[in-house]
């Protein structure tokens, strides 16, 4: 098991973690009895290389994705033994997502977008855009609040996608590749934007991630390695 520093209390754990694909005539494993705690307001990167399974893993823990074998449980509540029903309203709740590519609706405007998961979660309409309008200007992006995605800069709707994570304030977030389709001046920009949320919300943030310039800004990286998880030294 990969222990937490210390004195932080865990919020999301991961035990006996285990993922299998069939390709063909063959079963690839993936993710091999994975434990894992993830503590209240804490910075993770999960590094490794294209293919081994980052994504699988973050997808498990935010209950996207059942495992094979293994449980998550958040703050003492057993996540897998929710119906679907109950998954979707907790995963509108508790976590926020960010992927790679922004998935924002194009015909929706930024403002629009952000405010997508509080309708979801059947807040009011003026409340929905109270928060969104705020997490747009701690973006730096209140004068895009009228424009579609396709009138934004990559570096722009990546910052979106990110107040649309936040939005329902969750206690966790989960990165999967955020800036894997950003050039460097773009990507630098969001791992600004992460870094500072975490620090001004508290919420727990967990990257997957080959950018090893965006894994030394995390309080502490987890190489995932032949289906097991290792601490890296950055």
């Known amino acids: 098991m ?3 520093e210390v004195g932080q209390e865990a919020i999301l754990q991961a035990r006996g973690i285990m993922r299998s694909f069939k390709m063909g005539d063959k079963v690839l494993e993936v993710l091999k009895g994975i434990d894992l705690d993830i503590s209240k307001g804490e910075t993770l990167a999960i590094v490794g290389r294209s293919g081994v399974g980052k994504s699988t ?5 935010g209950t996207l994705d059942r495992p094979d074998a293994g449980s998550v449980v958040f703050k003492g509540i057993d996540c897998f033994s929710m119906s679907e ?8 709740l508790h976590i926020g997502f960010v992927f790679q590519f922004h998935h924002l609706l194009p015909e929706f405007t930024a403002l629009e977008n952000v405010m997508l998961p509080c309708i979801i979660g059947r807040l009011s309409r003026a409340e929905a855009k109270e928060r969104a309008m705020a997490l747009l200007e701690e973006m730096g992006l209140s004068h895009r609040a009228s424009h579609r995605p396709g009138e934004m800069s990559g570096g ?5 996608a990110i107040a649309r994570a936040l939005v329902m304030r969750p206690e966790v977030v989960l990165a999967d590749e955020p800036t894997g389709n950003l050039d460097e001046a773009s990507s630098m920009e969001v791992h600004s934007v992460l870094k500072e949320l975490n620090t001004k919300f508290g919420v727990a943030l967990v990257v ?3 950018n090893m310039r965006l894994a030394s800004l995390m309080n502490r990286t987890l190489r995932l390695e032949a289906g097991v998880l ?3 030294r950055i």
């Open 208 to 210: 997957a991630t080959h």
């Open 85 to 92: 029903e109950e998954l979707a309203r907790f995963r509108n």
């Open 2 to 4: 990969v222990a937490m």
């Open 230 to 232: 290792r601490e890296e």
């Open 57 to 61: 893993l973050l997808h498990i823990l």
């Open 156 to 160: 722009e709707q990546q910052r979106v």
